[in-house]
């Protein structure tokens, strides 16, 4: 009898041992030091193994002596496995494992409901030896619900079943293995421990609970466990988060300066939280700040270029990363960012559009180089895609010209001829879309998108290099560049009811979307660039031409109304050309500066005429002689 007792001691010894010789090689083996692909490998490894030996454990019944270790080795290969986002197989796992502990107990399978199941496989092992290897697996059974996003589950069991567990988790930790330190070789020996594991499960299920109840509009419910949540122990990551979607709610529910202190507060705890700096420069262009949103903009790329450096793990925490739990898409939308070459684009247009020209042509030089290279840090990555390559080389274009570099400007419209010139269709019909018919509005239909796209890039060409060449007061090179550019466009024609090409209604534009309204902003600039070009040559029969069409095709075109009154006051129609300013100045324009691409702008060089001249000469010239 005494010899049939040995041999499952022995067994039982045995499978310790190899369990914690597993525990040390696995702790050992991986972490910072390997590659990627390294600590992979290492982990499928340590994966497979414990398999192997639970298979080995399950091969006899589930006796009281034997449970506590199988338990164990469940929860260092279920561990393992959700480490891999192996969530079915470790799930299977321990469905098995509490199969197991209720045939050993003797109690009845229960529901499938979360709740009922886990309170009944609790009591069943009450205050027993089995009590925390079944909490440990309840632990687990939470990671996995974080992991593939089942908070409604972790809702319904949170009340019941983690209250539990926090009130015993002392008692169980502490006692439970507190053999350990004297004889580690007798007792199986976890791969992490399970008070680490539950202060990570703690944090991360109020940072998801919390990203979830902002995507759904209940900001202050979010709000109170957010801020319990940053008193947590928990990697400084994982603080950070707290304080960003802290922030977030704050935003939400307009308080920005309280939003900026936590995204501060984000920052200071992990500088390496961008989402903050991000989450900061929405607040400064809500707020108006634009100084404060180029600095945050300025600042967020240069973090973004940085080689990323993960932070070290926590003791005992290295397994199981956090990333691994906070899998939902409410969280991953409010932790996105755009990439590092459409913050430098944002960067340029935002410098130009505010004053500061020479930086935002660094800026468009910089991204231009950058996509270039064979270097594009973050070009992949997530968030808005960044223009097409000539509207790029266009904005660039008009920067340059901004900054009174001419030469440079013409060298890029060149490449935009170059590029799109062989591509140019003799013609583009264009049929005005059914008003039921919303989705065509934007499409222009799929065939005619790309030929348009075409024509208008490469008639922005043409038009910045007359604005190029009437900044060099060379007015003969001005006209016939601008005329390039309207020759280019008139072959974009209009259909509307009868088939009778004709100019398109302004509805129509409206209703067409952006390229019809790019196509006639660009008629109306390059016919006033070309009037204004032959007021210098005293050609005023031809200027008057010019500007009236340039008014018919863009109204709010100040240029074209302002140089049309002085062609009419040269002419002798003073009272023509005094309605026509004061027309001009009563125009509200339909778009903010920013809504424009740069190179859509009215050009700032050439010739300008002077309100304030102009006013006081209608003023000199008295009211209208009656009739």
């Known amino acids: 009898m005494s010899d049939q007792m040995c041999q499952p001691l022995s067994l039982l010894y045995r499978w310790i041992q190899e369990n914690n010789e597993l525990v040390d090689k696995c702790k050992q083996g991986g972490g910072d030091a390997l590659s990627p692909d390294q600590n992979k490998t290492h982990l499928r490894w340590c994966s497979s193994e414990f398999h192997k030996l639970l298979k080995k454990i399950q091969g006899i019944p589930p006796l009281a002596d034997y449970l506590q270790l199988e338990l164990t080795v469940v929860y260092n290969a279920c561990l393992c496995s959700t480490a891999q986002s192996q969530f079915s197989e470790a799930e299977l796992l321990l469905t098995q494992a509490t199969e197991r502990v209720l045939q050993m107990t003797g109690d009845a399978p229960v529901a499938s409901d979360p709740p009922v199941f ?13 009590n925390p290897c079944v909490l440990y697996l309840l632990c687990l059974q939470w990671a996995l619900w974080l992991s593939t996003c089942q908070l409604k589950t972790i809702q319904e069991c949170q009340d019941e079943l983690f209250s539990v567990f926090e009130t015993h988790s002392t008692r169980v930790w502490d006692e439970g293995r507190s053999e350990l330190r004297g004889k580690s070789s007798d007792i199986p020996l976890l791969v992490m421990d399970p008070r680490r594991l539950f202060e990570l499960l703690q944090i991360c299920t109020i940072i998801a609970q919390g990203a979830e109840s902002l995507s759904e509009g209940r900001s202050s419910q979010a709000l109170s466990g957010l801020q319990t949540a940053s008193s947590l122990p928990a990697p400084r990551t994982l603080i950070a988060y707290t304080h960003l979607l802290s922030g977030s709610c704050l935003a939400h529910m307009s308080r920005p300066q309280m939003a900026l202190q936590c995204y501060r507060k984000a920052l200071e705890t992990d500088s390496r939280c961008v989402c903050a700096l991000y989450q900061s420069m929405l607040i400064y262009r809500q707020l108006g700040n634009t100084q404060a ?27 199981l990363s956090p990333s691994l739990l906070l899998r939902s898409q409410s969280l991953s939308s409010l932790l996105s960012v755009p990439s590092a070459l459409s913050l430098l684009h944002n960067l340029a247009l935002k410098c130009v559009h505010h004053g500061r020209v020479s930086d935002g042509v660094e800026y468009y030089l910089d991204l231009l180089a950058v996509l270039h290279s064979e270097d594009q840090h973050g070009l992949h990555a997530e968030g808005p895609p960044l223009p097409s390559l000539p509207e790029l080389y266009l904005q660039a274009g008009a920067a340059l010209l901004m900054a009174r570099r001419p030469a440079d400007c013409m060298a890029l419209c060149d490449e935009v001829i170059t590029t799109t010139l062989e591509l140019l269709p003799e013609k583009v019909v264009l049929e005005e879309p059914e008003e039921k018919c919303e989705a065509e509005t934007r499409a222009l239909c799929a065939e005619g998108d790309d030929r348009v796209a075409m024509l208008l890039w490469a008639g922005a060409a043409y038009l910045l290099q007359g604005h190029c060449h009437t900044h060099l007061k060379d007015w003969k090179q001005a006209v016939t560049h601008y005329t390039r550019c309207f020759n280019l466009l008139v072959k974009v024609r209009f259909k509307k009811g009868s088939f009778q090409p004709q100019i398109p209604s302004t509805d ?5 979307g952006t390229d019809l309204c790019i196509l006639q902003r660009l008629k109306g600039l390059s016919l006033a660039g070309r009037g204004i070009s032959f007021t210098q040559t005293d050609q005023l029969r031809e200027a008057l031409r010019d500007l009236q069409l340039s008014m018919q095709a863009f109204p709010e075109c100040v240029s074209a109304g302002l140089w049309c009154g002085e062609v009419l006051w040269r002419l002798g129609r003073r009272w ?27 050009p700032q060089s050439g010739p300008l005429l002077d309100s304030l001249e102009l006013r006081r000469r209608i003023q000199e010239l008295g009211p209208p002689l009656s009739a």
């Open 508 to 512: 129509m534009v409206g209703k067409q």
């Open 576 to 602: 023509e050309a005094a309605a026509c300013w004061e027309k001009t100045w009563s125009f509200t324009p339909q778009f903010s500066v920013e809504s424009l691409s740069v190179y859509l702008q009215e």
């Open 118 to 130: 886990w309170r009944t496989v609790l009591k069943s092992v009450g205050d027993t030896a089995l």
């Open 293 to 319: 949103e180029i600095q945050a903009l300025r600042l967020l790329h240069s973090t973004l270029m940085l080689p990323f450096a993960t932070e070290p793990a926590l003791a005992g925490t290295r397994l």
